[in-house]
Nanobody, 125 residues
Framework: QVQLVESGGGLVQAGGSLRLSCVAS????????VGWFRQAPGKEREFVVA???????TYANSVKGRFTISRDNAKNTVYLQMNSLRPEDTAVYYC???????????????????WGQGTQVTVSS
């Protein structure tokens, strides 16, 4: 079982930056696919970014060029650097992960195996 704990959310003005962190338990975390989803009030949860165990990244068009995912396997931590934030980025951001045997495409489709409790990001105009 893997537990994911996010942090780093907060209130920021439009154009600002935030870095979210997600610390995972588990000894084989380096082999997991990881990613971030978000959910705004009254909207469905949507895909933000995913990274395969070997570093391949897939970004939603809405965040491409502004957000960057990275991971430090030694620290079992995934990061989401968010730059040039917009009010429409306001949402609860969830860290997600899939087991090594789960197809990476499933993570992108929202079929992940593990998820955190979420961290609130609010961007003011």
């Amino acid at each position: 079982q893997v537990q994911l704990v996010e942090s780093g959310g907060g209130l920021v003005q439009a154009g600002g930056s935030l870095r979210l962190s997600c610390v995972a338990s588990g000894r084989t975390f380096s082999m997991y696919g990881v990613g971030w989803f978000r959910q705004a009030p009254g909207k469905e949860r949507e895909f933000v970014v995913a990274q395969s165990w070997n570093g391949g990244n897939t970004y939603a068009n809405s965040v491409k060029g502004r957000f960057t995912i990275s991971r430090d396997n030694a620290k079992n931590t995934v990061y989401l650097q968010m730059n040039s934030l917009r009010p429409e980025d306001t949402a609860v951001y969830y860290c997600v992960a899939t087991r090594p045997e789960t197809a990476f495409s499933k993570l992108i489709r929202g079929e992940y195996d593990y998820w955190g409790q979420g961290t609130q990001v609010t961007v003011s105009s």
